[in-house]
């Protein structure tokens, strides 16, 4: 069984179209996460999220939100998409304090 | 913010010698982790080191933390093939916000 699981694993799409990218994760961690890795491989924390809590990376633009329907899933909804968005989108799932995180395998995202 | 470094953004070795990795952060730490990515898949944690905590060892795997120079060490003793991989430091600075990864340094294994 896959711990953290993402869909869809690529995504191409056309600039100004909505998307959303689906996370789920069966360890019943408290806490999770999307990350954005981009052609550099650097990663970006986008949003941490638990039942209390969204913190959200001032830089992230407001055209990302995430969207938890419960505990065990948290999915990014991306609107109006730029070229720039083009990217992989790991999402990722902790008890919060642990300090380990568990990622998914990654959804590549292109935007033409 | 970016806080961790590691060096050197490159490095490879023949298989059976060992590899060394170091990244440097800029804040205070809870803990600090690495982890590995194979080519196309996700982030696998490897190890996580405590601030208290100068030394680890796990498997082949060996990581120092200094807290005075805000830095660590990954040794991968007895290379593999498999390791071949890029090698992540990541910091926890104890708040709810997630880890801050470097920019990471791709380890090429020649057989």
């Known amino acids: 069984d896959t711990a953290v699981s993402q869909t869809p694993k690529y995504l191409v799409t056309q600039m100004g179209n909505d998307k959303s990218i689906k996370c789920e994760q069966n360890?019943?961690?408290?806490?999770m996460y999307w990350y954005k890795q981009d052609s550099k491989k650097f990663l970006k924390i986008m949003f941490s999220y638990n039942n209390k809590e969204l913190i959200i990376n001032e830089t992230v633009p407001n055209r990302f939100s995430p969207k938890s329907p419960d505990k065990a899933h948290l999915n990014l909804h991306i609107n109006s998409l730029e070229l720039g968005d083009s990217a992989v989108y790991f999402c990722?799932?902790?008890?919060?304090?642990?300090?380990?995180?568990?990622f998914g395998e990654g959804s590549r995202l292109t935007v033409l | 913010s970016q806080q961790g470094e590691e060096d050197p953004q490159a490095l490879s070795i023949q298989e059976g010698e060992n590899a060394t990795m170091n990244c440097s952060y800029k804040t205070s730490i809870n803990n600090l982790q690495w982890y590995r990515q194979n080519s196309g898949r996700g982030l696998v944690h490897l190890i996580l080191?405590?601030?208290?905590?100068r030394e680890k060892h796990s498997g082949r795997l060996r990581v120092t933390l200094d807290t005075s120079k805000k830095s660590s060490s990954l040794l991968i003793t007895a290379s593999r093939a498999a390791d071949t991989a890029s090698y992540f430091c990541?910091?926890?600075?104890?708040?709810?916000?997630?880890?801050?990864f470097g920019k990471g340094t791709h380890l090429i294994i020649q057989p």
């Open positions: 990722a799932s902790s008890h919060l304090g642990t300090g380990e995180l568990f």
């Open positions: 990541a910091t926890d600075a104890g708040r709810a916000d997630g880890l801050t």
């Open positions: 080191i405590r601030s208290n905590e």
């Open positions: 360890l019943g961690h408290d806490t």
